[in-house]
């Protein structure tokens, strides 16, 4: 168990519709990274977050946002939603050393029909 | 551009002979590396890393790692294969100058035949 906890485990909506997965860090790690991953795919950075401030970004569309809260659990909010946004979210978390690892939570598979 | 390369998409190994995944980079200054593994429907698990010192690193499942800075490689190896391996994994770089830069390589897929 990595510590990082996602929710929900799998979402199934459609084209248009706007959700919010919710990501909650592993304890003590500041930082949250937000990755996308489709079919056979592999990782694609999103958006990092370290105590509540943006820190890095990645290939981020407009359509899609996040934010970390006071209490460090962090949200992506996807809107206008398009087939191909259909994927695997992941959360990860970290401290700030670089010689660190992230710990990645299980995903929040997302499903646009 | 920085980049990160696993040149393999799948790797196919018998039970018991040894395995590696191949992972080049191409990062400027001193990088952090890192090995992850997927398993179906989860999360990336961290496998090991380099940071400095001994070039031989080892790490969770009996896997290990060589670090090359002439090659600038970072290949994963283990010197017998478990059809509990078949995975799949990702070599990834923390560039030392910006703790938030983390590069992933495209994954290699692992597959262990009994």
């Known amino acids: 168990d990595s510590g990082v906890t996602q929710t929900p485990k799998h979402l199934i909506t459609a084209t248009g519709q706007r959700v919010t997965l919710r990501c909650s860090p592993r304890?003590?790690?500041?930082?949250v990274y937000w990755y996308q991953q489709s079919l056979d795919q592999g990782l694609q950075f999103l958006i990092q977050?370290?105590?509540?401030?943006?820190?890095a970004k990645g290939n981020i569309l407009e359509r899609f946002s996040a934010q970390q809260f006071p209490d460090l659990h962090s949200e992506l909010n996807l809107s206008s939603l398009e087939l191909g946004d259909s994927a695997l979210y992941f959360c990860?978390?970290?401290?700030?050393?670089?010689?660190?690892?992230?710990?990645f939570g299980n995903g929040t598979r997302l499903t646009v029909t | 551009a920085q980049s990160v390369a696993q040149p393999e998409d799948q790797v196919n190994v018998a039970e018991g002979n040894p395995l590696t995944v191949k992972c080049t980079y191409s990062?400027?200054?001193?990088?952090?590396l890192f090995w992850y593994v997927q398993y179906p429907n989860r999360g990336l698990q961290f496998l090991l890393k380099?940071?400095?010192?001994?070039?031989l690193v080892k790490g969770s499942y009996g896997f290990e790692a060589e670090f090359n800075k002439s090659q600038t490689s970072f290949h994963l190896k283990k010197p017998s294969a478990l059809v509990s391996d078949s995975a799949l994994y990702f070599c990834?770089?923390?560039?030392?100058?910006?703790?938030?830069?983390?590069?992933f390589g495209s994954g290699t897929r692992l597959s262990i035949r009994p």
């Open positions: 990834a770089v923390r560039l030392y100058s910006s703790a938030s830069k983390i590069i």
């Open positions: 977050y370290y105590n509540g401030e943006e820190r």
């Open positions: 990062v400027s200054g001193n990088p952090y």
């Open positions: 304890s003590g790690d500041l930082s």
């Open positions: 380099y940071i400095t010192g001994d070039n």
């Open positions: 990860a978390s970290s401290v700030r050393d670089r010689n660190s690892p992230l710990h």
